[in-house]
C-alpha cells in the first residue's frame, strides 16, 4: 500500500499509520479509501487484539477528504459514490470484532473526524494544534461519511448539532468534556495511554440518561427546530441549503446522507448541483491558495513591539501574544495601555479557557512605554492614528533602534507607504502589514507592498502573517490598496440611498438579501462614520460625501462607538425598524459599483489576479461567500447564470 502501513507488534496489537503519498497533509482520496479496505481485510483474515489508527504525518491527523474530488462530480451516481466509499470504509471499521482505537494529536476534521468517531476508542492529545470538528457545512455539503449518525451517540444531540452546523472546531480538552474523546492526554504519556486502554477494554462510553433522551424521536425534532431557528439568524435557506439539509437528515434519516432521495433538497446530489456548494468548494481552495502564500518565506519571528496601544495596536499586539509570541506594546504613558491590556485579558479568557494558558499569554504581553522592546523585535508594527507626519516620526525613530533583520511595518489603512518612507534612511525597509476591525474575527491582513519595498519582504511578512493564523493577501500600495477600495464604493453608493430617502433598514435588507453578512449601513457604523468619510475622500477627491453621512461627523455621532450614527447602538447593537419593501434593482445597484471598482483594481495590477482579488472580497469585506467572489459572480453571466442586468454592464465599465 502507498499510503498505509500496517504493523504487528510481538503482544499482538496492530498499528495502522496513514501517511499519504506525495503530500504534507493526510485527506482521504478514493484510492486511499481503496487502501483502507485493504488494510481490514487483512485484518479480517488474522484479527488482532487491538487496532490502533495513527497518522504518519507531523502536522496533524486527517484533513477531510480529498476536495479536489468533488470536482469530479457530474451527476448524481458520482456523488452518491462520493458518500458511498467513505459510508461504507467507516461502517465497515465501526463493525469489526476487535477493539479499534483513533489516536488523535494535531488537526482532526470532516472524514478525519468521521474515522475517528468509527472507532471504539478515541485518544486526543492535549496540545495547541489539536482540533476536532465537521466543517462540511462550510463547503455547502453535508457530513456523509457518518459524522452525523455518529458524533449525536457520543455528545448528544445539543453539542452535535451546534458543531455540525456551525463547523467549528473544539479542541481537545473540549473533545474530553463533551465525551467525544475518552482520554485527553500530553504527548509523553500518549503510547502508554493507547497501549492501556486496549489492554484494560474499558466499556465504551454511553451517554447520560437526560442526553440519550435528545435522540428520541419526538424531542430530537424539538431539538432540530430550536436549532433551525438560531441557523435562519445567520443564514437564509436559499443561500445556504446545508445546514438544513444536515438537520433534516438527522431528523428524517437518523444522520445517513445515503438514505435520501435524489429528489429531496437535502440529498447530496442536490446540495452538490446548487450553485452554493461549487462557490464555497471554491472560496475553501482561495483560503488554501492565501494560506499557501505564506509558505514562500522562512522568516519566524520570536518578538513582536507595537506602537500605539488604541484599539488597532492593542487588538494586535493580544492577537500575536495568543498565538504565542513576546509582545511589547508601546504608547506615550501607562494609562493609554490600560484599555488595551483589558481587552487582551478578555480575549485570552475567550479563546484559552484554561487559566495556565491565560496566564502565559498575559505574561507575554509586556506594557512598554519606554519602547525598550524595539532593538529586541523580529517585527515592529506601527499602529498608531492616521497622520503623515506623526507616521514619519515614528519610524524615524524606529528605523535607528530596530534590528538590521527586523521587520517594520506600518498598520496604514490609507497613507502610501512611500510618503511615509521618506523619514527613513533606508526606504526600502518599509512595508504595510493591514490588519483590520475587529482583528480577532476578521482573518485577512493586507501585505502591502510600496514601489521602493524590498523585493524579499512581501514572503517574509506573508509568513509573519501565517505564523499568527491569518491569512496574507500581497496588494500594492495604492490609495485604499484592496479591501478598503472596493468597499468604500458600496458604502458610499448605500448612504447616497439614504440620502434619496430610502430607508437605512430597507438599504441593509438589500444587501442582505443578496447574501451580505451585514447590511452597509450597519457596517459603516460598525467601522466608524469618521472613518467612512476619511476614507471616501481619499478614494473620490473633491467628490461631495453623502450628506447624512456629513452631518452626523460633524455633531459626532460616529456610529458603534458612540452610540449614535445612522442607528442607535445604546443597546449595544444597532436598533433597527422593520425593513420597508426592497425596491427593484436596489440590490445591484448597491453590489454593481463594488464589482466595478473590483475590476477596476485588477486591471490597475494592485492584486495579482481575479482569484486573488475574490478572496480579499471574501475575507476582507464578508462579500456573499456562496456567490464565490465579486469577479466570479460578475463572471458567471457569461455562462449563462442569473446575473442582473446593471451588475453585468458593471463587469465590463
Avoid at 442536490?270 to 456548494?277: D, I, N, T
Avoid at 488597532?312 to 495601555?337: F, H, K, P, S, Y
Avoid at 458567471?636 to 442569473?642: C, D, I, N, R, V
Amino acid at each position: 500500500m502507498r499510503h498505509w502501513t500496517l504493523t504487528r507488534d510481538a503482544d499482538g496489537f496492530a498499528r495502522l499509520t496513514f501517511d499519504k503519498a506525495g503530500t504534507t497533509t493526510n485527506t482521504l482520496s478514493r484510492e486511499v479509501l481503496a487502501e483502507l479496505n485493504e488494510a481490514l481485510d487483512e485484518l479480517d483474515r488474522d484479527p488482532p487484539k487491538g487496532l490502533v489508527i495513527a497518522s504518519g504525518k507531523a502536522n496533524g491527523f486527517i484533513a477531510g477528504a480529498d476536495v479536489d474530488e468533488f470536482g469530479e462530480v457530474e451527476n448524481e451516481a458520482d456523488a452518491v459514490a462520493i458518500v458511498k466509499r467513505g459510508w461504507d470504509a467507516f461502517e465497515r471499521l465501526a463493525a469489526v470484532k476487535y477493539p479499534t482505537l483513533a489516536l488523535v494529536r494535531g488537526f482532526c476534521l470532516g472524514g478525519g473526524f468521521e474515522l475517528a468517531l468509527a472507532c471504539r476508542y478515541r485518544v486526543v492529545v492535549d496540545e495547541p494544534g489539536t482540533r476536532l470538528g465537521l466543517p462540511e457545512v462550510m463547503l455547502g455539503i453535508v457530513p456523509g461519511w457518518g459524522g452525523m449518525k455518529r458524533l449525536p451517540r457520543v455528545a448528544g444531540a445539543p453539542a452535535a448539532l451546534d458543531l455540525m452546523l456551525t463547523g467549528k472546531a473544539i479542541d481537545a480538552r473540549r473533545a474530553k468534556q463533551l465525551g467525544i474523546a475518552d482520554e485527553c492526554v500530553p504527548p509523553r504519556i500518549m503510547e502508554n495511554t493507547v497501549r492501556g486502554m486496549l489492554t484494560a477494554l474499558p466499556r465504551p462510553r454511553t451517554l447520560p440518561f437526560p442526553l440519550s433522551l435528545t435522540l428520541a424521536g419526538p424531542v430530537r425534532k424539538l431539538i432540530a427546530a430550536q436549532a433551525e431557528k438560531q441557523v435562519a439568524k445567520r443564514a437564509r435557506r436559499e443561500h445556504y441549503p446545508a445546514p438544513y439539509a444536515i438537520l433534516e437528515l438527522f431528523v428524517k434519516y437518523d444522520g445517513n446522507a445515503l438514505a435520501a432521495p435524489f429528489s429531496d433538497p437535502a440529498s447530496l446530489p442536490s446540495l452538490l448541483k446548487a450553485p452554493a456548494a461549487a462557490n464555497l468548494i471554491r472560496v475553501f481552495r482561495l483560503q488554501e491558495r492565501l494560506k499557501s502564500l505564506g509558505k514562500e518565506g522562512d522568516f519566524h519571528a520570536l518578538h513582536v513591539h507595537v506602537v500605539g496601544g488604541g484599539t488597532m495596536g492593542g487588538d494586535i499586539a493580544a492577537w500575536c501574544a495568543l498565538r504565542g509570541l513576546t509582545v511589547t506594546l508601546q504608547d506615550q504613558n501607562a494609562e493609554r495601555l490600560v484599555p488595551a491590556m483589558g481587552r487582551a485579558g478578555k480575549l485570552f479568557a475567550q479563546r484559552l479557557k484554561d487559566p495556565r494558558r491565560i496566564r502565559d499569554a498575559t505574561d507575554r504581553l509586556i506594557p512598554d512605554v519606554a519602547g525598550a522592546g524595539v532593538a529586541r523585535a523580529d517585527v515592529i508594527i506601527e499602529a498608531i492614528f492616521e497622520n503623515l507626519e506623526a507616521k514619519r516620526s515614528v519610524f524615524a525613530s524606529l528605523e535607528a533602534k530596530a534590528k538590521p533583520g527586523a521587520i517594520l511595518a506600518t498598520n496604514t489603512s490609507s497613507i502610501p507607504l512611500e510618503d511615509i518612507a521618506t523619514a527613513m534612511h533606508d526606504p526600502s525597509r518599509l512595508i504595510g502589514i493591514h490588519f483590520f476591525n475587529p482583528v480577532p474575527k476578521m482573518m485577512l491582513v493586507e501585505v502591502v507592498v510600496g514601489r521602493n519595498t524590498r523585493a524579499d519582504l512581501a514572503a517574509r511578512a506573508a509568513a509573519f502573517v501565517r505564523q499568527i493564523d491569518k491569512l496574507p493577501l500581497p496588494v500594492k500600495s495604492a490609495p485604499g490598496f484592496l479591501v478598503n477600495r472596493v468597499l468604500g464604493p458600496y458604502l458610499m453608493t448605500a448612504m447616497r440611498c439614504v440620502d434619496e430617502g430610502i430607508a437605512p433598514e430597507t438599504v441593509d435588507e438589500a444587501a442582505l438579501a443578496f447574501g451580505m453578512p451585514m447590511g452597509p449601513i450597519e457596517l459603516a457604523d460598525t467601522v466608524g462614520l469618521d472613518i467612512c468619510l476619511a476614507v471616501g475622500k481619499m478614494l473620490s477627491p473633491g467628490v461631495e460625501p453623502p450628506a447624512r453621512l456629513k452631518t452626523l461627523v460633524d455633531a459626532g455621532q460616529l456610529g458603534k462607538k458612540t452610540r449614535r450614527g445612522f442607528y442607535d447602538w445604546s443597546s449595544g447593537k444597532a436598533a433597527k425598524h422593520p425593513a420597508g419593501a426592497v425596491p427593484a434593482g436596489l440590490s445591484e445597484r448597491l453590489i454593481g459599483p463594488f464589482v466595478a471598482e473590483a475590476r477596476a483594481a485588477l486591471a490597475e495590477g494592485i492584486v495579482a489576479d481575479a482569484d486573488l482579488v475574490d478572496a480579499g472580497a471574501i475575507f476582507g469585506t464578508g462579500f456573499a461567500p456562496f456567490r464565490g467572489g465579486p469577479l466570479h459572480y460578475a463572471d458567471s453571466a457569461g455562462k449563462g447564470e442569473q446575473v442582473p442586468p446593471r451588475l453585468a454592464a458593471a463587469t465590463t465599465a
